[in-house]
């Protein structure tokens, strides 16, 4: 199992770093549009909805990231507007959601057992994500937010396989995954900041060891990572729920597409609606 893992993100690495340092945005709205959709696929396979069904609820998910891109292209991402304040206090309450279902899991099994509000559940989940990548990806400095917030996922994700494999004993969430661990997520936010430190300290030398700089390095990597272990435990209760190991089998070794990106899909929805929240407020 790890030698697939392995193997697969041998293959996977080089991929995503030459599209995200070298694609135009045309391209990277391709390469992301087509993991969401085959993630949204995945979604309504988890309830074992019928092929037609699928297919319909990947053009919905579609037609809703088209939604939102053109309602903030119209805007030009004023904040003065409500209806951008509406759509991210929309996102935050939505993963507040998440949180008490993860925390009073199995009490909330017999809701999600309908497939109208599993596949509901998966716009709410999808659709800002989704948005949420290509708008981070639109920026000035779009490759490198990018790049950190997915390093920040990944690196997250090994630290908490490993520290957990050899050092977990405390349950994180056993009603919803047994086998992640207090110490797993120690171990994620202890890598993290390893190498943001490794990485500041190259790139600001010295000055990396300011007060400030710290704080600010220390308080977004133990929010990124949270978010990120919100993301990866809200797909697991789904899978739970309907008694399902993998969403799929693309991927060697990782399950499908939504069992790799579940950790991503947290941040991309989470993350642009707190900049924006801090920079215009």
């Given at each position: 199992m790890l030698k697939q893992r392995i193997l697969t993100a041998v293959v996977l690495i080089p991929l995503i770093a030459l599209t995200l340092l070298y694609a135009p945005f045309a391209v990277f709205t391709v390469a992301s549009t087509t993991v969401f959709a085959i993630a949204a696929w995945e979604w309504a396979s988890l309830a074992n909805c019928s092929r037609i069904v699928?297919?319909?609820?990947?053009l919905v998910?579609?037609?809703?990231?088209?939604?939102?891109?053109?309602?903030?292209?119209?805007?030009n991402c004023h904040y003065d507007y409500n209806i951008l304040k509406i759509l991210d206090v929309l996102t935050i309450c939505w993963w507040l959601v998440i949180?008490?279902?993860?925390?009073?899991?199995?009490?909330?099994?017999?809701i999600l057992k309908s497939k109208l509000l599993l596949l509901v559940a998966g716009l709410f989940t999808l659709v800002p994500a989704?948005?949420?990548?290509l708008v981070c990806f639109n920026d000035t400095n779009?490759?490198?937010?990018?790049?950190?917030?997915?390093?920040?996922?990944?690196?997250?994700?090994?630290?908490?396989?490993?520290?957990?494999k050899y050092f977990g004993k405390t349950p994180l969430a056993p009603q919803v995954s047994p086998k992640k661990t207090v110490e797993g997520l120690a171990g994620a936010i202890i890598l993290n900041v390893i190498l943001a430190f490794m990485f500041l300290f190259v790139i600001h030398g010295t000055n990396a060891l300011k007060t400030y700089i710290i704080f600010q390095a220390l308080f977004n990597i133990f929010c990124l990572v949270i978010i990120a272990a919100l993301g990866d435990l809200w797909e697991s209760l789904v899978k739970r729920?309907?008694?399902?190991?993998?969403?799929?089998?693309?991927?060697?070794?990782?399950?499908?597409?939504?069992?790799?990106i579940?950790?991503?899909?947290?941040?991309?929805?989470?993350?642009?609606v707190c900049y924006r929240i801090i920079y215009y407020f």
């Open positions: 699928k297919i319909c609820y990947v998910c579609s037609l809703g990231v088209g939604a939102l891109a053109g309602i903030c292209d119209k805007l949180v008490i279902a993860v925390v009073t899991y199995p009490k909330i099994k017999t989704w948005h949420g990548l779009g490759r490198i937010i990018v790049t950190c917030l997915l390093a920040v996922s990944i690196i997250a994700d090994t630290g908490a396989y490993f520290s957990g729920v309907y008694n399902v190991k993998d969403s799929g089998s693309i991927l060697p070794g990782h399950g499908g597409v939504l069992d790799r579940d950790s991503h899909i947290a941040v991309f929805a989470v993350f642009p």
